[in-house]
């Protein structure tokens, strides 16, 4: 059973078509890759799942939920099993990181509000924050710190599906590799389902179990990396298969023979 | 003919037939004197044009190539040797450049602009109906489950809009009212009927200027706020992080600057009457030496309550335009900041116009109702 399953999805901007009949499936429990250049719209397609776009055509089934007529209770409901983390983390500028974190308990939830400061507390510390952190305004933090506090609120309502928009895009390569090291630390301590756009190539080739290649408007790869690997697409050949991957992953990985290469 | 840059030689047998030798640096500093001495060069039927001379090149000189050897090949042919490879790969690259054909070229003759603008301005308003849809919905959401209201969004909205603006409101409604009763003195002293200038300062403040000045001045201060606050929040995600959170922007933004707007307007109107009849009083002390308690007296004469009901009527209409204004603008911001500027312009010129041009249609009605 998939936690989310898109089919035939058609977006177009005016005159501009994003997508033509983009078809996927995601599994529980799996770290999935949205891959593709830039303009092959990964990030409208993350929007299409999380209901901030709808797609002109094509079915969205997302935790047993068809997107498709969906009324607002349901929505409601549904927004509350996951949660997104943001390119640039979105913090609402004007409250605290813990204000932050605690806004969603505060609103879709009727816990004690000392069991909300608990709470807080532990998400601050399960993203690897100081304490102190919760008092400061997102405009005090540093790159590494927002992202961390972003997936903290991300995390706060214990969702079992967690949207990642470049989670390690803007970060140092030791923070991004700590960042990749405690979403599969998440994954396996909360059980959880991870989808990630990315192009962080240490990402793809270390944490995430199965990717979609998103390029002319299509899927044109999905699967685990080896499955990918087989493909002869331009843009799997381009971005897999150039001699810096060559050297620094898939001589490594003994990939090279699935590869082609 | 010989340059630095360019050697040529006409081979002795025929004329059909001519050598070309570039050298030197083919470089954007010598451009103008390389293309002087390639304009020199005779049109024949042959060119060998050896390149092995070239000692530096950049892309400016290998475009000026491309344009030479085209122009060369319409004459007739044209062998081109001694190049290197990297040279060979400039010029590649360069002329795929060149032949990308421009698409998106745009007329834009006066007709097709009209046309533009005229669908721009019909899709905009659509779009504003839509969200003055999805805002009464939201009301009417909320009166049925009141809880979600956000008093403490209200009240903080209704301290920055309301209380933040007496001085302003204040001092502008005083100003204008002492402008009213110098020019009514002046004409009013002609006819030795002085005393009329309450009447005047007075009924006009009251029904007309204490709430178009009002909301003129809210619609530049709180209008354009709204709108940049709420576009600032678009830029940086924050509404889409809202709404994956299952938070309707409505309620948490919209709303609570309409019902602060609402509450508030008309008690800045109400103060702007106190201020702009002052002003006027202060005028005609000044310009008529009408006593204050001469101006008092007539006042409660003059001044139904009517008139300061009519007046008040339109305020929290005017509240509604210039919230709902201030708010679409900043959905409306896209993704950069230079949209941010463009919607507060808009949104505080669309309210200007707009509170004016329903205080004309107020006018309409109450003339047609006779009061």
Redesign the interface.
Same mark, same amino acid.
């Given at each position: 059973m998939s936690v989310i399953k898109m089919s035939g999805i058609v977006t177009r901007f005016g005159d501009r078509t994003i997508h033509d009949g983009v078809s996927l499936h995601i599994e529980p429990n799996e770290i999935y890759g949205i891959l593709g250049g830039s303009g092959s719209g990964k990030s409208v397609l993350m929007?299409e799942m999380? =209901? %901030?776009l709808e797609p002109n055509s094509g079915e969205i089934v997302v935790l047993d939920q068809s997107l498709r007529g969906i009324s607002f209770a349901q +929505?409601?409901a549904l927004? *509350?099993q996951?949660g @997104?983390l !943001? *390119? !640039?983390g +979105? %913090? !609402?500028?004007s409250m605290t990181i813990a204000e932050n974190i605690e @806004? *969603?308990l505060k609103?879709?939830s009727d816990i004690s509000k000392e069991m909300r400061a608990r709470l807080v507390q532990s998400k601050i510390a399960m993203v690897g924050l100081e304490p102190f952190v919760g008092s400061l305004y997102p405009s005090e933090l540093s790159g590494g710190m927002i992202k961390r506090a972003a997936l903290a609120r991300a995390l706060s =309502?214990e969702p079992k599906l967690l !949207?990642l928009d470049e989670p390690t895009s803007g970060l140092d390569p030791v923070g991004a590799r700590n960042f990749d090291k405690l979403i599969v630390e998440l994954r396996d301590l909360l059980d959880i389902t991870v989808v990630m756009i990315t192009h962080d190539l240490d990402s793809i080739f270390s944490i995430v179990d199965r990717m979609a290649i998103l390029a002319n408007k299509k899927v044109v790869a999905e699967g685990s990396l080896r499955n990918v690997l087989q493909s002869q697409h331009p843009f799997v050949e381009e971005f897999f298969k150039n001699d810096y991957t060559k050297q620094k992953y898939l001589d490594k990985l003994d990939l090279k023979e699935v590869a082609g290469v | 003919m010989n340059s630095q840059y360019l050697q040529y030689r006409i081979h002795s047998k025929s004329n059909e037939c001519i050598d070309v030798s570039s050298s030197g640096a083919w470089t954007l500093d010598n451009l103008r004197k390389i293309e002087n001495a390639l304009r020199a060069v005779p049109h024949v039927k042959k060119i060998i044009w050896d390149l092995s001379g070239v000692d530096d090149f950049d892309s400016a000189g290998v475009l000026l190539f491309i344009k030479y050897l085209e122009q060369f090949e319409t004459d007739g042919a044209v062998e081109v040797i001694g190049y290197t490879e990297a040279q060979k790969d400039m010029y590649q690259l360069l002329n795929n450049s060149e032949n990308r054909v421009l698409t998106s070229q745009r007329d834009n003759n006066f007709l097709q602009k009209i046309g533009k603008n005229t669908i721009d301005i019909y899709a905009d308003i659509k779009e504003f109906a839509t969200f003055i849809g999805h805002l009464f919905v939201a009301i009417a959401n909320l009166i049925i489950r009141p809880k979600n209201m956000r008093f403490k969004e209200i009240t903080y909205h209704a301290y920055e809009s309301g209380f933040s603006a007496l001085l302003i409101v204040g001092l502008t409604a005083f100003l204008v009212g002492m402008v009213i009763a110098y020019q009514g003195a002046v004409q009013l002293a002609k006819f030795g009927a002085d005393i009329f200038i309450v009447d005047t300062v007075a009924i006009s403040v009251v029904r007309e200027l204490g709430p178009m000045i009002t909301a003129i001045v809210i619609a530049g201060r709180s209008g354009s706020a709204y709108t940049a606050e709420i576009g600032a929040m678009k830029i940086t995600e924050e509404i889409s992080a809202m709404r994956t959170m299952g938070f309707d922007p409505y309620y948490f933004l919209v709303i609570p600057r309409l019902f602060a707007l609402m509450i508030t307007l008309p008690l800045l109107v109400f103060f702007a009457d106190i201020f702009g009849i002052l002003g006027g009083m202060f005028a005609a002390k000044m310009q008529l030496g009408l006593s204050v308690t001469q101006f008092v007296d007539r006042l409660y004469e003059v001044l139904d309550v009517k008139h300061y009901i009519l007046g008040m009527i339109k305020a929290p209409v005017f509240a509604f335009v210039i919230a709902t204004i201030g708010c679409y603008r900043g959905f409306k911001v896209s993704n950069n900041t230079e949209s941010i500027g463009l919607h507060t312009t808009a949104s505080v010129v669309n309210s200007i116009f707009v509170v004016i041009a329903l205080d004309a249609l107020f006018s309409v009605i109450y003339t047609g109702f006779g009061v």
């Open positions: 929007k999380i =209901m %901030l +929505a409601q927004r *509350q996951w @997104v !943001f *390119q !640039f +979105a %913090l !609402f500028s @806004v *969603q609103e879709h =309502m !949207f | -």
